[in-house]
């Protein structure tokens, strides 16, 4: 059985959009260097804009457990730099 962390990167290095989106609750926050997302319209559109017009790679680098949290940091690429 694959995790949620194994989950999203393969929706993510697949480009499949409506499997990652549903990893999210709909009161979801996705906080990035670019800005902060919240529910899941902002990050979807998130997604579509910045790393799914065409094949990306991430990779796990380090992860985290917070309480109920956990905290994922990526090594990735995208079509978009």
């Given at each position: 059985?694959?995790?949620?962390?194994?989950?999203?990167?393969?929706?993510?290095?697949?480009?499949?959009?409506?499997?990652?989106?549903?990893?999210?609750?709909?009161?979801?926050?996705?906080?990035?260097?670019?800005?902060?997302?919240?529910?899941?319209?902002?990050?979807?559109?998130?997604?579509?804009?910045?790393?799914?017009?065409?094949?990306?790679?991430?990779?796990?680098?380090?992860?985290?457990?917070?309480?109920?949290?956990?905290?994922?940091?990526?090594?990735?690429?995208?079509p978009?730099?």
């Amino acid at each position: 059985m694959s995790t949620l962390v194994d989950r999203y990167i393969d929706a993510v290095n697949t480009a499949d959009i409506d499997g990652l989106i549903a990893l999210f609750a709909p009161t979801a926050t996705l906080t990035q260097r670019d800005g902060v997302y919240r529910g899941t319209d902002q990050i979807a559109a998130f997604y579509r804009d910045l790393w799914l017009p065409g094949p990306s790679a991430h990779e796990v680098e380090n992860q985290f457990v917070d309480g109920n949290a956990q905290i994922v940091q990526f090594k990735a690429t995208s079509p978009t730099g």
